[in-house]
C-alpha cells in the first residue's frame, strides 16, 4: 500500500474510474471555455491554457472586482429610478399647489389641492433619501474594491470589512466608533 501511494497508483473502482473520467471530461470543457475567453479570438496558446489554469484553481480578484462591478451598475439603477420618482413627485406636487392656489373653484377644493401639493412635496424626501443610501452603498463598496485589490490577505480586513458593512448598510455607528 505504501510503494502505491508513493508511485501514485491507485486501483480505483468500476464506478470511481467513471467518475473520475467524467469529472475529468467537465474540467476539461470548463478549462477550454475558459481559455477560449481568456486568448479573446487570439490563437490558443499554452499560456491561455495556464492562465485559465489558474483562474479556475484559484479565483483572484478579478472575481471580487466583477462582483463589485455588478453592485455598482445595480446600485446606480436604483439611484436613477429613485431620481424619476422625486422629478415625478415634484412635477405632481407643484401642478396641486397650482391648482390650488389659481383655482376659481370652491375654497374646499383650493384648500385640498394645496394640502395634497404640500404632502407630496414632503414625500420628495423619501425617493431623495434612497438615492442617497444608493450614493453611500457605492462609496463604501468602492472602497472595499479599493482595499481588496492592495491587500494580500483578505483576513485582514475582516474586522474593517465587518465595521464597514454595519456602518453603511445597516446604519450601525455604534460598533467600533465608525461614523
Known amino acids: 500500500m505504501e510503494n502505491r501511494e508513493r508511485s501514485g497508483e491507485y486501483r480505483l473502482e468500476r464506478e470511481a474510474d467513471a467518475a473520475v473520467h467524467e469529472m475529468v471530461g467537465r474540467f476539461r470543457g470548463l ?4 481559455t477560449v475567453e481568456l486568448a479573446m479570438g487570439e490563437d490558443l496558446h499554452p499560456r491561455h491554457l495556464e492562465e485559465a489554469y489558474r483562474k479556475l484553481l484559484r479565483p483572484t480578484l478579478g472575481d471580487a472586482q466583477a462582483i463589485i462591478s455588478r453592485t455598482l451598475r445595480e446600485n446606480r439603477v436604483i ?3 429613485s431620481y424619476l ?3 415625478a413627485m415634484f412635477v405632481f406636487g407643484l401642478a396641486l399647489l397650482c391648482i390650488g392656489i389659481f383655482a376659481d373653484d370652491s375654497a374646499t377644493y383650493r384648500v385640498a ?3 395634497g401639493g404640500s404632502v407630496v412635496e414632503l414625500l420628495l424626501l423619501l425617493p431623495l433619501r434612497f438615492a442617497i443610501n444608493s450614493r453611500r452603498h457605492n462609496i463604501a463598496i468602492r472602497m472595499l474594491g479599493i ?3 492592495r491587500v494580500d490577505d483578505p483576513k485582514k480586513l475582516s474586522t474593517l470589512l465587518k465595521d464597514t458593512f454595519l456602518a453603511v448598510v445597516l446604519g450601525n455607528s455604534l460598533s467600533s466608533g465608525v461614523r
Do not use: C, Q, T
Open 79 to 81: 439611484e436613477s429610478v
Open 113 to 115: 389641492s394645496i394640502i
Open 31 to 34: 478549462l477550454i471555455r475558459e
Open 85 to 87: 420618482m422625486a422629478a
Open 147 to 149: 482595499l481588496l485589490d
